[in-house]
């Protein structure tokens, strides 16, 4: 059985890069995977999102909350009892499929970047603060 590295092209990113280097990296990438044991919000995976890129992420914390499970990208369930620690045996079924067909990590892409910028975006956050401030008085 051949790995996923081996059939596709993996890029491990292990250190802070500067931001135009992040863009052209989540740019060019067909998924981007997010392997967390812990997010509060998991804004790197909106970057990717904000970058067209599908996300593939593990469903902890605020995760679920930035990415809409297979319109956006897939979530994976997370169990630290895993000896991978990252979802178990079915977790690499999930990258395959959203990376498989190429379409289908586009579409999800396309709906992440809608996502990323009507949900997260400047206007949105501000807004919602006012919101909250507003309901206080």
Not at 51 to 76: F, K, N, R, W, Y
Request: with cysteine.
């Amino acid at each position: 059985m051949t790995t996923l590295r081996e059939r596709r092209t993996v890029v491990w990113i292990p250190q802070m890069l500067p931001r135009p280097e992040v863009v052209q990296l989540l740019t060019g990438a067909a998924v981007f995977v997010c392997p967390s044991v812990y997010e509060p919000l998991g804004i790197v995976n909106l970057e990717a999102m904000a970058c067209e890129t599908a996300v593939v992420a593990s469903a902890v914390g605020g995760i679920p909350e930035v990415v809409a499970d297979t319109e956006t990208g897939l979530l994976v369930p997370y169990s630290a009892a895993d000896p991978d620690g990252f979802g178990g045996p079915a977790s690499p079924l999930r990258s395959t499929r959203c990376s498989a067909i190429p379409s289908r990590a586009a579409k999800m892409g396309q709906a992440g970047r809608q996502r990323a910028v009507h949900e997260f975006g400047w206007d949105t956050v501000a807004r919602r603060t006012l919101d909250v401030y507003a309901s206080l008085c």
